[in-house]
């Protein structure tokens, strides 16, 4: 490894409204043109949209900044990878040819300079949220997904809007930390701890910076959000750092 690898989820852009998602669209942008020249791999980790959806032949408007600005990283060499977050999981396979993206479904394990890492956005993971795990099967069910795709776009759109805009984020609530204890993603690392050695957890998904030791050599890293923490991390083949965006 010559550069480094990136990782930053939750951008939730379409939300709260119109100004100021194009307003953070432009801040995202200028995080990647500082970090281009020293990115190899770049891992988006889930929840970039605050709602996707690809129908037949039609794809949402707008966050046309951030689909140039990685077509043209993807152009350069750059490898991307666009995890499902629970709010833009609907992705199918436009992004694939038009960016030249890989779409992660799920978890991803990957090695990297003798580092091994467990990525994933994080939804429906560790215990409690019964209600979202049921709904999750329902929103990843192709055929449900057929139903959904089969409804106007203006219909679609509309109630998948209203939805997504009961989310946490849309509603400016700030998250909280629970302690090591009952923050349930460090629960569910430690499970997977029990089973095989990570170096790395990192997930999405808590909307909430942490950094937290699960045992002497694993972490785990939350990549936060971007509304309030413009928060990434950053692996120089060495070791996985937090940082925060301050550009203008
Ligand atoms: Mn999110």
């Known amino acids: 490894m010559t550069k480094n690898i990136y990782f930053a989820s939750d951008f939730h852009l379409g939300a709260p409204n119109y100004d100021e998602s194009r307003k953070r669209?432009?801040?995202?942008?200028?995080?990647?043109?500082?970090?281009?020249s020293t990115c190899e791999e770049l891992f988006l980790m889930g929840d970039i949209f605050d709602f996707?959806?690809?129908?037949?032949?039609?794809?949402?408007?707008?966050?046309?900044?951030?689909?140039?600005?990685?077509?043209q990283m993807a152009d350069a060499g750059i490898k991307i990878y666009f995890f499902k977050g629970n709010h833009d999981?609907?992705?199918?396979?436009?992004?694939?040819?038009?960016?030249g993206i890989e779409i992660i479904s799920d978890e991803l394990i990957i090695e990297r300079n003798g580092k091994k890492f467990y990525l994933?956005?994080?939804?429906?993971?560790?215990?409690?949220?019964?209600?979202?795990?049921?709904?999750?099967?329902?929103?990843r069910n192709p055929f449900c997904q057929w139903l959904f795709s089969v409804l106007?776009?203006?219909?679609?759109?509309?109630?998948?809007?209203?939805?997504?805009?009961n989310s946490r984020l849309a509603n400016d609530k700030k998250e909280v930390f629970l302690g090591e204890e009952q923050e349930w993603l460090a629960?569910?690392?430690?499970?997977?701890?029990q089973k095989e050695h990570f170096d790395y957890f990192i997930f999405g998904h808590r909307h909430l910076p942490l950094d937290i030791k699960l045992n002497s050599n694993s972490r785990y890293v939350n990549l936060g959000e971007w509304i309030n923490y413009n928060s990434y991390g950053v692996f120089d083949g060495q070791e996985l750092r937090l940082e925060y965006f301050k550009g203008n």
Request: no cysteine; glycine share 10%.
């Open 152 to 165: 106007p776009p203006r219909i679609g759109m509309f109630v998948a809007n209203g939805w997504s805009g």
């Open 25 to 36: 669209e432009m801040h995202i942008v200028n995080w990647l043109n500082s970090i281009e």
């Open 120 to 139: 994933h956005h994080g939804d429906g993971l560790g215990p409690g949220d019964a209600k979202y795990k049921f709904l999750r099967k329902i929103f």
């Open 89 to 99: 999981m609907w992705v199918n396979d436009y992004f694939i040819k038009e960016i």
């Open 187 to 193: 629960i569910y690392a430690k499970e997977q701890l």
């Open 52 to 71: 996707w959806f690809e129908y037949y032949k039609v794809i949402p408007k707008g966050f046309i900044r951030l689909q140039g600005k990685l077509a």
